[in-house]
């Protein structure tokens, strides 16, 4: 059976002491890894020419890449100059993500802040996603867009809404399920079993079709929480948090999808591997 599952780092591995970007593949697959995640967070600030020095060398070592948009966006602010900044960064970052080879771009949608309806907020930041698509320049063909579940009860981006999000625009579109995030947004209600895990697969398949789990794009950590939501990200080894990786992972194993896994732990690459190790002694020829 081929590999089905894929993991690497949110971001540069702690452990990896080098400055040049397109060295990080071949680290990653020196220590047993095959996915990254590029953190544009603090603003798309990566060259062309850098950009498609890392894409060959994922390429070349077998490294799935994906793209972390900037944090400063709000695609339902009610202010028009800040919805119009952050479909530009979007379109910033789906161009950085087209010249390394990245399949998805991981995107904050926004808040309800301001909105007396949750429903007018999803509208609003749904028309904002359609402006990027309208706007990206022709030759931006890979990325999708990855609205992400959001962990803080005051973001747009429960489970529903990341769905609709995509089943609005279609196939250029694909959700990104941060596991930590929805244990935290429903209070440690969530993500406790198996079962509820693979309902969540499940969901997304039947919603969206096979596309959106092949691979499903996610986030794991473990999660300390409020009742506000997300609190802080926690490593796999801190045993008062949630959610337990064994549970996603046999979810991945029951439902049989292929998915990316990005540790956002705090120790980064040495909970990759830790999950990858998990998840082998489930099933080994998952990974």
Known sequence: MSKKLWFGPAGKPLSFKSSRIELVPEYLRSIGLDAFEYEAVRGVRISEAKARALGEAAREHGIIMSLHAPYFINLASKEQEKVEASIKRIVQSMMA????????????????????????????????????????????????LGPELMGRRTAIGDLEEIVEICRELGERCRPVVDWAHLHARYLGEHVRTVDEAVKVIEYIERELGSYAVNPLHTHFSKIEYNKGGEKEHHTLSETEYGPEWEVVCKAYVETGIKGVIISESPILEQDAILMKKKCQEVDPTIV
Do not use: N
């Open 97 to 144: 993500a087209e010249w390394m080879g990245a399949y998805v771009v991981v995107i904050h949608t926004g808040y309800y802040k301001g909105w007396k309806d949750k429903r007018e907020a999803l509208k609003v930041a749904i028309d904002g996603y359609k402006r990027v698509l309208e706007e990206l320049p022709p030759w931006v063909r890979t990325p999708s």
